[in-house]
Antibody
Framework: EVQLVESGGGLVQPGGSLRLSCAASEFPFSDYWMSWVRQTPGKGLEWVANIKQDGSEKYYVDSVKGRFTISRDNTKNSVHLQMNSLRAEDTAVYYC????????????WGQGTLVTVSS | DIQMTQSPSSLSASVGDRVTITCRASQNINTYLVWYQQKPGTAPKLLIYASSNLQSGVPSRFSGSGSGTDFTLTISSLHPEDFATYYCQQTYSPPLTFGGGTKVEI
């Protein structure tokens, strides 16, 4: 069974930084695009960023461009999200998600990690 | 960006009811649409991809239809475990966007 386990969430002050990690197992990690998706009570589900199998392509939602960086380590089956210049509106549960081979949707999700940006 | 609008935002139903949820895209997305189910405190779960294809392991009482801008998710006979929130998502073009969700309540 596919396993995706996020870590790194927590409380951070506005303007601060946080690095999320996702450990993947039980599937050929280097064969898949990977994404981060966040969820807030107010804005619902929002795709944040994704990264190609070999890390050569990365895409971001406009609201995080220039502040967040997605990366992956195929030797360690992990994907990361470096979040800088955090704002209150970045407060959310962040999910690591595997994109389907068939298309740009998510066939496996982690349990999520909560990021709270507050002073 | 493609906007996804779901209706209703919530509905009340009983076990055994037929339930239909609608999702509308702000532009033509062909059949590039998926549906998820989410229960409180858990991650979304993929139900249907490419508008009408059932994900492996999903009960056949779930079905999807539509193309272009208008899509529906139907639960033919509601089971107790189906009370949850349902989301659509377009996979046509980035940024990938979701509908606001439909909460199915008892």
């Amino acid at each position: 069974e596919v396993q995706l386990v996020e870590s790194g969430g927590g409380l951070v002050q506005p303007g601060g930084s946080l690095r999320l990690s996702c450990a993947a197992s039980e599937f050929p990690f280097s064969d898949y695009w990977m994404s981060w998706v966040r969820q807030t009570p107010g804005k619902g589900l929002e795709w944040v960023a994704n990264i190609k199998q070999d890390g050569s392509e990365k895409y971001y939602v406009d609201s995080v461009k220039g502040r967040f960086t997605i990366s992956r380590d195929n030797t360690k089956n992990s994907v990361h999200l470096q979040m800088n210049s955090l704002r209150a509106e970045d407060t959310a549960v962040y999910y690591c998600a595997r994109e389907s081979i068939r298309g740009s949707y998510f066939d496996s999700w982690g349990q999520g990690t909560l990021v709270t940006v507050s002073s | 960006d493609i906007q996804m609008t779901q209706s209703p935002s919530s509905l009340s139903a009983s076990v055994g009811d037929r339930v239909t949820i609608t999702c509308r895209a702000s532009q033509n997305i062909n059949t590039y649409l998926v549906w998820y189910q989410q229960k409180p405190g858990t991650a979304p779960k993929l139900l249907i991809y490419a508008s009408s294809n059932l994900q492996s392991g999903v009960p056949s009482r779930f079905s999807g239809s539509g193309s272009g801008t208008d899509f529906t998710l139907t639960i033919s006979s509601l089971h107790p475990e189906d009370f949850a929130t349902y989301y659509c998502q377009q996979t046509y073009s980035p940024p990938l966007t979701f509908g606001g969700g439909t909460k199915v309540e008892i």
